[in-house]
T-cell receptor, first 111, second 114 residues
Framework: EDKVVQSPLSLVVHEGDTVTLNCSYEVTNFRSLLWYKQEKKAPTFLFMLTSSGIEKKSGRLSSILDKKELFSILNITATQTGDSAVYLCAVYDNYGQNFVFGPGTRLSVLP | DAGVIQSPRHEVTEMGQEVTLRCKPISGHDYLFWYRQTMMRGLELLIYFNNNVPIDDSGMPEDRFSAKMPNASFSTLKIQPSEPRDSAVYFC????????????FGPGTRLTVT
């Protein structure tokens, strides 16, 4: 059965800290891994990763995929209160043609 | 483009009533997904369509749930009869280039069944 695990499930940091969020997965036929940020509304897209070792970067956020070890990390440097959200990891399984979402990491950034 | 449009944004109904949620995907997207999100279970995929055809409905909880996509610009998710445990936020999302590509989510419909 396809599975996506995220850790930690919850994290509280102070502004300026750097955080690393983890996502590990087990799927039959991996195609892509996506990161989303969800505040109070719908998830918004951050990154899509398909190849190992290639870092995707957007401002203070970056992400990388390791297809051998079956995990991805999402880094946020110099965190701000606006980064407070739930960060979701989703993996697309080519075999089942299905997205599987992890439970999310709830990040709280204190001023 | 206005993005994925969902209606209503909020729905409060009594147990046993029929509920219909609506979604308009982004024009040109060939995949449409219906999700349900609760605190307990997180985000769950209910069903998705490719070119208006249901591909996988294994996530639909039970026969009370049904979804249709009569054309490329409209889909409905119906619950009949509704139950309190159906209370959740229901998201519709659409994507292009098949599965594996970025999904654009609608704002969601918050359903409360009393």
């Amino acid at each position: 059965e396809d599975k996506v695990v995220q850790s930690p499930l919850s994290l509280v940091v102070h502004e300026g800290d750097t955080v690393t969020l983890n996502c590990s997965y087990e799927v039959t036929n991996f195609r892509s891994l996506l990161w989303y940020k969800q505040e109070k509304k719908a998830p918004t897209f951050l990154f899509m990763l398909t190849s190992s070792g290639i870092e995707k970067k957007s401002g203070r956020l970056s992400s990388i995929l390791d297809k051998k070890e079956l995990f991805s990390i999402l880094n946020i440097t110099a965190t701000q209160t606006g980064d407070s959200a739930v960060y979701l990891c989703a993996v697309y399984d080519n075999y089942g043609q299905n997205f599987v979402f992890g439970p999310g990491t709830r990040l709280s950034v204190l001023p | 483009d206005a993005g994925v449009i969902q209606s209503p944004r909020h729905e409060v109904t009594e147990m046993g009533q029929e509920v219909t949620l609506r979604c308009k995907p982004i024009s040109g997207h060939d995949y449409l997904f219906w999700y349900r999100q609760t605190m307990m279970r997180g985000l769950e995929l209910l069903i998705y369509f490719n070119n208006n055809v249901p591909i996988d409905d294994s996530g639909m909880p039970e026969d009370r749930f049904s979804a249709k996509m009569p054309n490329a610009s409209f889909s409905t998710l119906k619950i009949q009869p509704s139950e309190p445990r159906d209370s959740a936020v229901y998201f519709c999302a659409s994507s292009f280039v098949g599965g594996g590509g970025e999904q654009y989510f609608g704002p969601g419909t918050r359903l409360t069944v009393t």
